[in-house]
């Protein structure tokens, strides 16, 4: 056998070997995983400080995984009156968000990022993609872009990312500076890349600031949408009232001239 030939045998043996075995699958990441992945992508993106949005992910989401013994941000996260609801599954925290808004709710936190439904009405087209991990964290990385433009201030816009009243947002910035500078195996870890994070130095005292133009706008439509349901729910209940007053003035009548009839029936 020529040693061309033998060469071509063993290429289209090991063509046929590779042929007998199926393509193995593009791992996946794990829930686990999904809002530190995206965090570290929109951080990219966005020339975000590495590791801020992540840490804001960290305060926003995180519970404790003993597996891996660290806060770990949950993509399936919901916040409602006062309460954090941690669902194992994307379609369980939309069934959540449904329950909720059935009963009423409508200041409700969700996803990696924790994004307010009520403040941001438009950010996402439905709940699917508002519990979607890229979806959730990119607009989350987009707003707070918006506040870094109009604080120039990494740590002050991600604390106005929580509020922008100050007192408020003081007491998210110093939550936020332990997570964003924490070492990384300090107790409670939060798997954040401190050693490439510089300390942050004393940040400018908070106060009052106008943010991004589109974030001013979405809160506006809101703020107008809610005040015409008000109205609107007033008009109901005024109609229902003059509706319910008309129909006992109508028995009223009804009854008089029954009495009336009978009356006179019982004089003759």
């Not at 029954?258 to 006179?264: C, F, I, P, V």
Request: glycine share 6%.
């Amino acid at each position: 056998m020529s040693v061309r030939r033998m060469a071509w045998m063993v290429g289209l043996g090991a063509a046929l070997a590779v042929a007998a075995f199926p393509a193995r699958a593009v791992p996946t990441v794990a829930n686990e995983g999904l809002c530190a992945a995206e965090a570290a992508t929109q951080e990219r993106l966005y020339g975000i400080p590495t590791a801020l949005l992540h840490s804001i992910s960290i305060v926003e989401s995180g519970r404790y995984d003993s597996q891996h013994k660290a806060v770990i941000a949950w993509p399936w996260t919901v916040m409602a009156e006062g309460q954090g609801r941690y669902l194992p599954s994307k379609a369980e925290a939309i069934a959540e968000v449904k329950r909720l808004k059935a009963r009423g709710v409508q200041n409700i936190d969700v996803g990696c990022m924790q994004v307010n439904l009520r403040h941001h009405p438009t950010a996402f087209a439905n709940l699917d993609e508002a519990f979607d991990p890229a979806a959730n964290v990119a607009y989350a990385a987009r707003f707070l872009k918006g506040l870094f433009g109009a604080t120039n201030h990494w740590p002050t816009a991600a604390s106005y990312y929580h509020s922008q009243t100050p007192h408020l947002a003081a007491a998210y910035r110093e939550r936020l500076m332990k997570v964003w500078n924490a070492p990384p195996n300090a107790a409670g870890g939060t798997q954040v890349a401190s050693a490439r994070v510089k300390p942050v130095p004393s940040a400018p005292p908070l106060r009052q600031v106008p943010g991004n133009a589109q974030v001013e706008e979405m809160r506006k439509a809101w703020r107008e949408s809610a005040q015409a349901a008000r109205d609107e729910a007033g008009r109901i209940a005024d109609a229902y009232r003059k509706a319910r007053v008309a129909e006992y003035q109508m028995r009223r009548v009804r009854f008089q001239e029954a009495r009336n009839s009978l009356n006179t029936a019982t004089r003759y």
